[in-house]
Structure formats: structure tokens, C-alpha cells
């Protein structure tokens, strides 16, 4: 099992840095042959297209692979649900997408949501094949599969907006990475479904993906809440500019434990007996994605102008604060990534959902609160208030499931932040006297990522060894031995 997990999280780390990676340049192109209006009208319709993560399989998928057996009846009656649900809500979508617009107040949206809507039976296609994959941890066939599908769709993106296509651009890699991945789990997996279907094991599988569902629309609408607001309250230029602040920041922060989220989550299924064990890599694993996330975000809150001057260009240059702000929203979430796969797989979804309600009310009116007083920055600034005191609860139900402190994930990332506030508090003396010595804004950058690398990496062996032990034990014991120096805690 140790051995899988750590070959998974291998691949599943080398996966999500190839897609993030892929993702984020396509994005910095579209964003330079786009102005950000068309950007901010096509981040509105992918406020709807997220909808297609909640229902392409009802949460099915996750039941498929918590359960301890499954039966050729769970398996086929998961697939055809699936397709089912896919079917009708690319219809539904078909007939809200005139509502919609009208809502919105864009009525060049219309077209852009009919067409997405095509991605909920896409994505229902393979949903199952890919949850049976997960379920096997069969990860590097996952990965190497989802490497594949971002890439190919990445051309048509690009081709679109050269093109001239504009919004559509961004339409086009949706539907593309959505059919390129449902084509690929089809080839990968061996399993076919047949004819077959279960009102017992639809109930049985229910009882765990209802409240999930639940728990995935909520999210939606928290996750959505914002761009929605600024949509129609501000307008779409300022949706533009909200949504690359946030495709720059939040996203990339979210997928930095999303490789460890995808092979914990069978893991922690097979091992949902026995809490002090899952209680153990909570701590250990949550500490590592501390390890890269507190110091990336937190040196992104230093260079967050440089950063945007030489990768998007001067018409983006207003987004700089709000990625600041987002950067502390990104730290408190990537410290909560694997809470939920954990309730998960001790089958407390219930407890999930009744959380997540709370989340977002809480969220959506600060949203509001935000945006109406102060424009899109105020929308941040309430956003990274509200996750300040909303995000640790989880880490509480979480620690109560496994019967152990709620103060075990702050003694394990302790050292850590310890780490990055000296590193920033280097970066934050030395990036003035490179503006008045007239360091040009691309070395300037570069420089101050590398001395930031530079003075981290020593700050966390001194006040964080445990992250480099941990790090000893996912290489190959002929490799570990050159780290056991650093590993070591400091004497005195």
C-alpha cells in the first residue's frame, strides 16, 4: 500500500504540474489575443460549466470507489445513472441558456452556455471508467491520460483565439479536454457495462453520494458566487480581471494537494477503520503540501506586481492586489485539501454537506457585503476575511471523526510558517533596493524567486525538519541518504 501510495503521488504530482503548466500558458496567450471583456464573458459561462464536475456522475463515482466490495450491479447501475443524468442536464442547459443570459444582463453568453452544455453527456461518458480506475489505483495510467487530454486540447484553444474566435476560444478547450479525457478512460479501462440495473444498489450508492451532491452544488455556488456577483453588479471587464487573478492564483494553489487528494481518497477508503493511521498521514501530508504552498503563495504576495507585468502585460496590471489577496485565501485552503476526502471515506458526507452550508452562506455574504461597498477588491478582501475564520472549522469535524487534538495540523505546519516568514521577510527588504538600483522588472523577478528558493529551503530544515524526513521517505533509499544531514533537527 505505502509503496502505491507514494508511486500515485509521484505521478499524480508530475501530472497536475505538466496540466497546471499547460493550462496557465494557454491561459497567458488566450489573455494577450483576447481583451478582458471577452476573457470576463467567457469566465462568466464557465461559471456554468462547473456545474458539469456536480452532475456528471451524481457523486456515483466517489461511492464506486469507497465502498469496501463492489458488484457488477453497482457497477453497471452507476454507469447507466450517469448517463442518464448527463443526457438531461445537457438538455436543461440548452433550455437555460436564455435565462440565464438575461440574468447576467449578457445576451452574448446565450450561445457560449447552449454549446457548453454539450460537456455534461461528454463528461457522464467515461466518469465511471475513470472512478473504476481510481478505485484500482491504477495511477499512472490516470495521469499519463490526463497529461494527454490537456494537451491536446491546449492547440484548439489557441487556434481558436488566433483565430479571432474570441469567448469561443475558451468554450473550444473545454469541450476538447472534456471529449479527449472521456475518449481515453474508454480505452483504458477494460471494464464494459452491461445491461444491467439495481433500484438496491442505486439506494445503496445514494445513501453516500446524496449529500454529496449536496455538498458538490453548494461548493458550486460558493465557488461561483463571486464572478457571478461582479458579473452582474460591475460587468464583464471586471470579471476579466477578477477571474485571472483567481486562474493565477487559486487554481494553480488548489491543484498543488490535488495529486495527493487523488491517491489519498482510495487510500483513506481502504484504510476507513482504522482513524489513528489516517490521523498520522493527516498530519504528515497536510505538512508537506504546507512545505510548497505557504512559501509559493506567500513569495507571490512579494513579486505579485513583477509577476504580472511580465507575464500578462500592463493591461492587466490592476489585478496585482487582488492576486496579494487571494495569495492568503490560497494558503487556508490548500491547508484544508484532504479534510474532506478523509470524511469521505469514513462515510460522513452528512457531516460534509451540513458544513458546506455554512461555508457558503457565510462566503456569499461576504461576497456581497464585498463587492457592493468596494468593487471586486472589496469582494477579496471579504473572501480572505471570511476563509480566515471559516476554513479552520474543517480541520475541527475532521479531528473530532479521528478522535485526536484539533491543534495536530498547527503543531505539523508550525515550522513551516515559521520558514516562509523569514523568507519574506528577506524578499520584502531586498525587492526595494533592486527597484532603486533599476533592476528591470523580468530580472528583478527572476532574482527575487531565486533567493527566495535560496533562503527557504535552509529556514525549513532549521524550523521544519520533519518536512525533509518525510520527503526522504516517497525517494529511493540510495538517494535519501544525501538528504539525512538537513534532515536532522538543529542541536540547542
Known amino acids: 500500500m505505502r509503496r502505491r501510495v507514494f508511486a500515485g503521488a509521484g505521478w499524480a504530482g508530475f501530472s497536475q504540474i505538466a496540466v497546471q503548466l499547460t493550462r496557465t500558458a494557454v491561459a497567458i496567450v488566450i489573455a494577450r489575443l483576447l481583451t478582458p471583456e471577452e476573457y470576463g464573458l467567457a469566465a462568466l459561462t464557465l461559471v456554468f460549466s462547473s456545474l458539469v464536475m456536480v452532475f456528471s456522475d451524481l457523486a456515483l463515482g466517489a461511492a464506486l470507489v469507497q465502498r469496501k466490495t463492489l458488484s457488477e450491479d453497482d457497477r453497471s447501475t452507476a454507469f447507466w445513472m450517469t448517463i442518464t443524468a448527463g443526457v438531461l442536464f445537457m438538455f436543461l442547459g440548452f433550455a437555460l441558456s436564455g435565462p440565464i443570459s438575461e440574468i447576467y444582463g449578457q445576451p452574448k453568453t446565450q450561445p457560449l452556455f447552449a454549446v457548453l452544455s454539450v460537456s455534461f453527456l461528454i463528461s457522464s461518458l467515461g466518469a465511471t471508467q475513470q472512478s473504476l480506475l481510481l478505485r484500482e489505483m491504477a495511477f499512472r495510467r490516470l495521469e499519463g491520460l490526463t497529461i494527454v487530454g490537456a494537451l491536446a486540447a491546449a492547440p484548439v484553444a ?71 456577483i461582479i458579473g452582474r453588479f460591475i460587468g464583464p471587464a471586471a470579471v476579466g480581471a477578477y477571474a485571472i487573478a483567481y486562474n493565477v492564483m487559486l487554481a494553480p494553489a488548489a491543484r498543488i494537494g490535488a495529486p495527493l487528494q487523488r491517491v489519498l481518497a482510495p487510500t483513506f477508503s481502504r484504510m476507513q477503520d482504522e482513524p489513528q493511521r489516517i490521523a498520522e498521514a493527516w498530519a504528515k501530508v497536510t505538512r508537506m503540501i504546507a512545505a510548497i504552498a505557504v512559501p509559493a503563495l506567500a513569495g507571490v504576495i512579494v513579486v505579485a506586481d513583477e509577476f504580472i ?184
Open 158 to 228: 489557441v487556434v481558436l483565439a488566433a483565430s479571432g474566435a474570441g469567448p469561443w476560444a475558451i468554450i473550444g478547450q473545454q469541450i476538447a479536454i472534456a471529449a479527449f479525457t472521456s475518449a481515453l478512460m474508454w480505452r483504458a479501462s477494460s471494464w464494459r457495462p452491461s445491461f444491467r440495473f439495481s433500484k438496491k444498489s442505486l439506494r445503496d450508492l445514494w445513501s453516500f453520494s446524496g449529500y454529496l451532491v449536496g455538498h458538490r452544488l453548494l461548493f458550486y455556488v460558493n465557488t461561483n458566487a463571486d464572478n457571478f
Open 309 to 492: 507585468a511580465v507575464l500578462l502585460g500592463p493591461k492587466w496590471e490592476s489585478v496585482a492586489p487582488i492576486i496579494q489577496v487571494l495569495a492568503w485565501v490560497g494558503i487556508l485552503q490548500a491547508l484544508q485539501s484532504i479534510n474532506v476526502d478523509i470524511l469521505m471515506a469514513r462515510g460522513r458526507t452528512r457531516a460534509i454537506f451540513r458544513y458546506t452550508m455554512f461555508f457558503v452562506t457565510v462566503h456569499v455574504t461576504a461576497f456581497l457585503i464585498g463587492a457592493a461597498n468596494w468593487g471586486v477588491m472589496g469582494l477579496a478582501v471579504a473572501f480572505a476575511v471570511t476563509s480566515t475564520f471559516v476554513e479552520p472549522i474543517l480541520s475541527v469535524i475532521t479531528a473530532r471523526e479521528l478522535k485526536v487534538s484539533p491543534m495536530i495540523i498547527p503543531r505539523a505546519v508550525f515550522g513551516v510558517f515559521q520558514a516562509a516568514a523569514g523568507m519574506v521577510a528577506v524578499l520584502l527588504l531586498v525587492r526595494p533596493a533592486l527597484i532603486d538600483a533599476g533592476v528591470p522588472t523580468g530580472a528583478r523577478l527572476v532574482l527575487l524567486v531565486i533567493l527566495g528558493i535560496v533562503l527557504y529551503v535552509p529556514l525549513c530544515a532549521w524550523r521544519a525538519p520533519e518536512v525533509l524526513r518525510d520527503a526522504r521517505s516517497l525517494i529511493p533509499a540510495r538517494l535519501s541518504a544525501r538528504f539525512a544531514p538537513l534532515a536532522r533537527p538543529a542541536e540547542g
